[in-house]
């Protein structure tokens, strides 16, 4: 079994990353498995291949969140810092993390923008807008998933002290 230690604290906190990774997981995939539906069924004129970008860039930063542990960003003085114990790691994490939430919501932001400009202020008569909107709304709701999943990894799982 996963559980084996006697501590009851520490299964409830393993039992909690657990179901916040698979939780995080079952996002992440329904998330692409919306955007390889809009890729599948769309062509080059409907939907250009270049709005999932946004898309890939917030995977990559969820990819990237798990390199900063929970340490590194709590002031603690018996932290080991990575440069001469001054402070400037926890400094150093705490802005990356920074850098990654703001790539993160400038992505959800972008696809937003992509889905109004292309898709609703359009007036393009000789598509069937149900059908073409369900492109940028796809993309949209395939960018705040990702969003949604990688707050949840970030936020949502603690460590076992």
């Not at 603690?76 to 400094?91: C, P, T, V």
Request: aromatic fraction near 14%; hydrophobic fraction near 55%.
């Amino acid at each position: 079994m996963f559980f084996t230690s006697n501590d009851p604290f520490s299964n409830n906190i393993k039992k909690n990353n657990y179901i916040i990774a698979f939780l995080s997981g079952i996002i992440t995939g329904i998330a692409w498995w919306i955007v390889i539906d809009i890729l599948v069924r769309s062509t080059e004129d409907l939907f250009s291949r270049i709005y999932i970008l946004p898309g890939i860039i917030i995977t990559l930063m969820l990819i990237i969140i798990h390199f900063i542990p929970n340490t590194a960003i709590q002031d603690e003085n018996n932290l080991i810092n990575l440069f001469n114990n001054d402070g400037h790691s926890i400094k150093c994490a705490r802005f990356f993390l920074f850098l990654i939430f703001l790539i993160i919501f400038s992505a959800v932001i972008a696809s937003v923008w992509i889905f109004i400009a292309d898709y609703i202020s359009t007036n393009k008569t000789n598509k069937k807008l149900t059908y073409v909107q369900w492109f940028g709304a796809g993309n949209m709701l395939f960018t705040i998933l990702l969003a949604i999943a990688s707050l949840l990894n970030r936020f949502g799982r603690k460590e076992i002290e």
